[in-house]
């Protein structure tokens, strides 16, 4: 069984800077707390080489066997508000056959609203506690001297209009109603589907591998670095106040090309942004899960809005990869698009203007990286250059990002779209253990956190933190 766990500090000899970089695996079986059980098998692929001191130990294509050390599911909500899922890897085979141990711990899911601990172990969410549960769960006025309350706060917003207007318990139950059909709560399940990207931290000390020489970068045809150095990289609002994007990524080949390159990789087209996606934007928000053509903000190229916009999501819509593209012209006898892929890490709900804002990861050469990794993997990519930019490097910016300038530059080919996994994720429960367990953990959640001692001892707590930090900072 799973206990609680806190987040450590990386252990001696695992891998946490750029030297040695994550392992970056893609998991082909499906994951859940749920159906998973203690010792279940599951395998990976590895979707870059991974280098150490300029040798490749690990290969791409290269096949992670690992198990799953422990599991809790939900269920019910009697026990477990948290669903909690241990994965632990065991080795690697090439394609060509060897098998080597592997020493190495999950970091990272990619985009995954899931926590990882130091350990490497995968927190779910809480369900309960999100917003719309706040409002309409919420509590004012206890009544003193005791303190006391009942559970018709569960009704919150609910019951302070019924009362006022007097609904009656008819009034009430449909109210009620009303909330569960509107208001979708979110999957407390853990529930990971093939194609999840992780990053492993490999233990770099003990590692051993095929030990061969790593690839070097090719250098991008001269007529295209001329071109891209020439041209101006920065991207802007409407307004023209710069943002944290640039362009840092280029493609060669027809735009046929390059939709069907993020269709097999697995990107999806950008919804428009209206009225329409901006609530389903909402919803998706509300339930804690994802939204997979969400819309993107409005952001300008030399005046002009992009012409194709790819994101690639998981589990939640305020975590996704997504780039903007622009028809750049023929160059060196090929179309040239530019692209600005950036990464979102979290995402605000603004009631003021009713849309999302995005925080994105400033070191956008991460992203940059990510689209040229997830094309090249698919068998899209012809060949992957680069092109040194010294004028957009991030130290004469004025953006708060971080980049060394370089833009990726991907010749594209006609490559084949790739089946789709047939593996099905089974739904945990039926509709009427749902919402059994949707009541029990409102209630919980209600009786925990819906107060003000909870939010008393959260900002107490946030407070002593951010005093620590700030002492910490000063000796």
């Known amino acids: 069984m799973l206990g609680l766990v806190g987040i450590l500090v990386p252990e001696p000899g695992f891998s946490a800077n750029t030297d040695f970089p994550e392992l970056q695996v893609r998991l082909k079986t499906v994951l859940t707390s749920y159906r998973s059980k203690a010792n279940d098998p599951f395998e990976c692929v590895v979707l870059a080489d991974w280098v150490a001191n300029d040798r490749v130990v690990i290969p791409e294509g290269a096949t992670v066997h690992g198990h799953v050390g422990g599991v809790k599911a939900v269920g019910l909500g009697l026990r477990h508000e948290r669903a909690r899922l241990e994965l632990l890897f065991d080795d690697f085979v090439t394609a060509g056959g060897q098998s080597f141990p592997l020493h190495a711990k999950l970091s990272a899911i990619d985009n995954a609203r899931e926590q990882i601990t130091g350990q490497g172990l995968v927190r779910g969410v809480v369900a309960a506690d999100q917003p719309n549960e706040l409002i309409f769960g919420w509590w004012s006025s206890p009544s003193l001297p005791t303190l006391s309350r009942t559970l018709i706060g ?40 093939p194609g999840t990207d992780m990053l492993l931290a490999v233990n770099v000390a003990e590692q051993e591998g095929v030990n061969e020489p790593a690839a070097i970068p090719l250098a991008a045809p001269d007529a295209v670095a001329e071109w891209l150095r020439k041209e101006p990289f920065g991207i802007d609002r409407r307004d023209n106040r710069p943002v944290g994007d640039i362009v840092n990524v280029a493609f060669l080949g027809s735009r046929d090309q390059l939709a069907q390159a993020f269709r097999v990789a697995g990107w999806a087209a950008a919804d428009p942004p209206n009225g329409q996606t901006r609530k389903k934007a909402y919803y998706a928000f509300n339930a804690m899960r994802a939204y997979a053509t969400a819309p993107v903000s409005p952001l300008l190229y030399k005046g002009t809005l992009p012409e194709m916009v790819f994101e690639k999501s998981l589990n939640t819509i305020t975590k996704r990869h997504h780039i903007r593209i622009w028809y750049a012209g023929v160059v060196d006898g090929r179309e040239l698009w530019l692209g600005a892929a950036t990464h979102d890490t979290g995402a605000d709900f603004s009631v003021h203007c009713f849309k999302f804002t995005h925080k994105i990861d400033p ?14 993997f698919a ?39 790739v089946e789709a996994s047939t593996d099905d994720m089974p739904k945990p429960g039926n509709a009427v253990s749902r919402l059994t367990r949707r009541m029990i953990l409102q209630a919980r959640n209600h009786v925990e956190r819906e107060n003000p001692y909870y939010w008393t001892y959260q900002f107490a707590k946030r407070s002593f933190h951010h005093s620590n930090q700030q002492a910490a900072l000063s000796n």
Do not use: W
């Open 379 to 417: 068998g899209c990519v012809d060949s992957a250059m680069q092109v040194e930019r010294p004028a957009a490097a991030a130290e004469g910016l004025d953006r708060r990002i971080f980049t060394d300038g370089s833009a990726k530059v991907l010749a594209l080919n006609d490559c084949q779209t």
């Open 154 to 193: 569960l009704t919150g917003v609910s019951h302070i209009l019924t009362s006022a207007f007097s609904l009656g318990p008819a009034g009430a139950g449909g109210m009620l109603a009303l909330r569960l059909t509107l208001m979708r709560f979110p999957e407390p399940e853990i529930q990971y589907a």
């Open 363 to 376: 070191n956008i050469d991460r992203e940059r990286d990510k689209v040229a990794l997830d094309l090249h």
